[in-house]
């Protein structure tokens, strides 16, 4: 069973910065065949796509929405993926979700991933 757990989440000041990490556990799992992504939702919204990286991590790929702002990263030899999250806006407020894909380059669907996490949450005030 592949388990992807997020943490990092927490209270920040608007323009502050947080930095989210998701590991993966499992026997046989090792996130360097998955392409990895971070999506969130906020309250009352459906989950969206913030960011994705490609399985050796030379591409990344963002929404417009954090673009400039959050840069995603990987080690897969410690199994792990983070985001790091820059001059953080109180709309950035949302429970973050990293995802384990096995498509290729930079997935954006939710469908395109088959492993989640469970979550964590960042709330930035204003």
């Known amino acids: 069973q592949v388990q992807l757990v997020e943490s990092g989440g927490g209270l920040v000041q608007a323009g502050g910065s947080l930095r989210l990490s998701c590991a993966a556990s499992?026997?046989?799992?090792?996130?360097?065949?998955?392409?990895m992504g971070w999506f969130r939702q906020a309250p009352g919204k459906e989950r969206e796509f913030v960011g994705s990286i490609t399985r050796s991590g030379g591409r990344t790929y963002y929404a417009d929405s954090v673009t400039g702002r959050f840069a995603i990263s990987r080690d897969n030899a410690k199994n792990t993926v983070y985001l790091q999250m820059n001059s953080l806006k109180p709309e950035d407020t949302a429970v973050y979700y990293c995802?384990?894909?096995?498509?290729?380059?930079?997935?954006?669907?939710?469908?395109?991933?088959?492993?989640w996490g469970q979550g964590t949450q960042v709330t930035v005030s204003s």
């Open positions: 995802a384990a894909s096995l498509e290729y380059g930079t997935p954006i669907e939710q469908a395109g991933y088959d492993s």
């Open positions: 499992g026997r046989t799992f090792s996130i360097s065949s998955r392409a």
